[in-house]
């Protein structure tokens, strides 16, 4: 697993709990933006689109929110037993989103949290769980609501250091994949953005790489609509996941895209491909990184593996340190309503949190009728609330007959004399041509 965070914290709340939840999304095909479905739709977790989308509105600051995704590997979560609903699955990811809100509220009252809304996107065939909060904290004053404003991510070392030790302590808890093991190394690697829409376009495109080098298929004229860099992105994905086993295999298969686009090799660092346009008036480039783009493949030290393990074990302590000092922090710099009395900080016990203890026939019958009860119970109150508003409102001494008997008697007041504006001394009646209706309501 791996926490990815987004950059964008700015523009209407509403665009982006839109992005994480709709059952569509924007993309880049064949040159163009289309919407595109996502199936399977977005699952929603936890939380209240409505409400955490109200809060960020409600911010005066310019960067009102903050977007985290946990990132799952292909190959990593079994899909067909996410979408079964397996109940262990489940409750590890409930947990990892339960130190996730530990980690980002540590020291910090369970009243002045903000609201989480935590939704799934499975279109791109593996799990990400994303979470949107917004950046503020809540305390009551005078009987309002007065917000502070708490990035749970700031640009510093010390919050990258924190972050990190809770990526590890989860993936070592769970036996998720380790981003930094060097034997889950990334084959082929870019800019992000250009590995973005290669995904998009390899998913949507429907086209086959021919052992010639072209793209082929009915997708094939979306593909060649792309932006170059595009199009070498997803010819080195597809060589790369076809088996290619090494730079001079890579580069040979690139060959034909590369002439097809009036491209070529720049340079040729020992660990990367640096490719360039030929075309005059313009100086597009692209830097092609992973195991694939090194002279010599790499191969995975020993020493560093054991480097590595050995602070997967200690994530743990250091996380439980880190969130111990954002805790000083936050009761140093928040008002002390904000804050919650010091604990020692417990990442492993909300990890372990007890597994749910699976329900009887018995149980499980009565948790259906209950739910069907709520459910009767939401469509008979609608009905109920109005005939209680219709019988309030006919009741000739309350309710709306009040306000009738209050209009009537006005209606039936003789004319009121105003003073003349020049003479407010002389008084006189309103002539019979002058005279207006009260209208009847």
């Given at each position: 697993?791996?926490?990815?965070?987004?950059?964008?914290?700015?523009g209407?709340?509403?665009?982006v709990?839109g992005y994480?939840m709709?059952?569509s999304?924007?993309?880049?095909?064949?040159?163009?933006?289309?919407?595109?479905?996502?199936?399977?739709?977005p699952?929603?977790?936890?939380?209240?689109g409505?409400?955490?989308a109200?809060?960020?509105?409600?911010?005066?600051?310019?960067?009102?929110?903050?977007?985290?995704?946990?990132?799952?590997?292909p190959?990593?979560?079994d899909?067909?037993?996410?979408?079964?609903?397996?109940r262990?699955?489940?409750?590890?990811i409930?947990?990892?989103l339960?130190?996730?809100?530990e980690?980002?509220w540590t020291?910090?009252?369970?009243?002045a949290?903000?609201p989480?809304?935590v939704?799934?996107h499975?279109?791109?065939?593996?799990?990400?769980?994303?979470?949107?909060v917004?950046?503020?904290?809540?305390?009551?004053?005078?009987?309002?609501?007065?917000?502070?404003?708490?990035?749970?991510?700031?640009?510093?070392t010390?919050s990258?250091r924190?972050?990190?030790?809770y990526?590890?302590?989860?993936n070592?808890?769970?036996g998720?994949?380790?981003?930094?093991?060097?034997?889950?190394a990334?084959?082929?690697?870019?800019?992000?953005?250009v590995?973005?829409?290669?995904?998009?376009?390899?998913?949507?495109?429907?086209?086959?790489?021919?052992?010639d080098?072209?793209?082929a298929?009915?997708g094939?004229d979306r593909?060649?609509?792309?932006d170059?860099?595009?199009?070498?992105m997803l010819?080195a994905?597809?060589?790369a996941?076809?088996?290619?086993?090494?730079?001079k295999?890579l580069?040979s298969?690139?060959?034909?895209v590369?002439?097809?686009l009036?491209?070529?090799?720049?340079?040729?660092?020992?660990?990367?491909i640096?490719?360039?346009?030929?075309?005059?008036?313009?100086d597009q480039?692209?830097?092609?990184?992973?195991t694939?783009?090194?002279r010599?493949?790499p191969?995975?030290?020993?020493?560093m593996?054991?480097?590595?393990?050995?602070?997967?074990?200690l994530?743990?302590?250091?996380?439980t340190?880190?969130?111990?000092?954002r805790a000083d922090?936050?009761?140093?710099?928040l008002?002390?309503a904000f804050c919650?009395?010091?604990?020692s900080a417990?990442?492993?016990g909300?990890?372990?949190?007890c597994?749910?203890?699976?329900l009887?026939?018995?149980?499980?019958?009565?948790?259906?009728?209950?739910?069907?009860?709520d459910?009767?119970a939401a469509l008979?109150?609608?009905?109920?609330?109005?005939?209680?508003?219709?019988?309030?409102?006919?009741?000739?001494?309350d309710?709306?007959g009040?306000?009738?008997e209050q209009l009537?008697?006005?209606?039936?007041?003789?004319?009121?004399?105003?003073?003349?504006?020049q003479?407010?001394?002389?008084?006189?009646?309103?002539s019979?041509e002058?005279?207006t209706?009260?209208?009847?309501?």
């Amino acid at each position: 697993m791996k926490l990815l965070w987004s950059p964008h914290s700015t523009g209407p709340a509403a665009r982006v709990v839109g992005y994480l939840m709709s059952e569509s999304h924007a993309a880049h095909i064949a040159g163009e933006r289309k919407v595109l479905p996502r199936d399977p739709t977005p699952e929603l977790i936890a939380g209240d689109g409505r409400l955490v989308a109200a809060c960020i509105e409600a911010l005066e600051t310019i960067h009102r929110y903050s977007c985290a995704t946990l990132s799952f590997a292909p190959d990593e979560i079994d899909m067909t037993a996410w979408r079964a609903g397996d109940r262990e699955l489940r409750r590890k990811i409930d947990a990892a989103l339960a130190l996730w809100a530990e980690v980002a509220w540590t020291g910090i009252s369970p009243e002045a949290r903000p609201p989480m809304l935590v939704g799934t996107h499975l279109h791109t065939g593996r799990l990400e769980v994303n979470i949107l909060v917004p950046r503020a904290v809540f305390r009551r004053v005078s009987g309002k609501v007065v917000p502070r404003a708490w990035n749970p991510h700031p640009p510093t070392t010390e919050s990258r250091r924190i972050w990190a030790a809770y990526q590890d302590t989860v993936n070592h808890h769970n036996g998720w994949y380790d981003p930094a093991d060097p034997h889950k190394a990334a084959a082929i690697s870019g800019p992000s953005w250009v590995l973005k829409r290669a995904a998009a376009l390899d998913r949507w495109a429907d086209c086959l790489f021919t052992p010639d080098g072209d793209f082929a298929g009915e997708g094939a004229d979306r593909v060649a609509a792309e932006d170059p860099r595009v199009q070498i992105m997803l010819a080195a994905r597809i060589l790369a996941r076809c088996g290619v086993g090494s730079r001079k295999a890579l580069l040979s298969g690139l060959k034909p895209v590369l002439s097809d686009l009036g491209w070529r090799i720049a340079h040729r660092p020992s660990d990367t491909i640096a490719m360039c346009s030929e075309r005059e008036g313009r100086d597009q480039q692209l830097i092609l990184r992973g195991t694939l783009c090194h002279r010599i493949p790499p191969t995975p030290d020993p020493a560093m593996a054991q480097a590595r393990r050995r602070i997967l074990s200690l994530a743990p302590g250091d996380l439980t340190e880190a969130m111990d000092r954002r805790a000083d922090d936050a009761r140093r710099v928040l008002h002390r309503a904000f804050c919650q009395p010091p604990t020692s900080a417990d990442p492993m016990g909300i990890l372990r949190a007890c597994r749910p203890v699976p329900l009887s026939i018995r149980d499980r019958l009565a948790k259906r009728i209950r739910d069907l009860l709520d459910r009767i119970a939401a469509l008979v109150q609608p009905a109920q609330v109005m005939d209680a508003l219709t019988r309030w409102a006919g009741r000739p001494g309350d309710g709306f007959g009040a306000a009738r008997e209050q209009l009537s008697r006005l209606e039936n007041m003789p004319p009121i004399n105003m003073p003349d504006s020049q003479n407010p001394h002389q008084t006189h009646s309103p002539s019979a041509e002058h005279k207006t209706e009260t209208p009847t309501p």
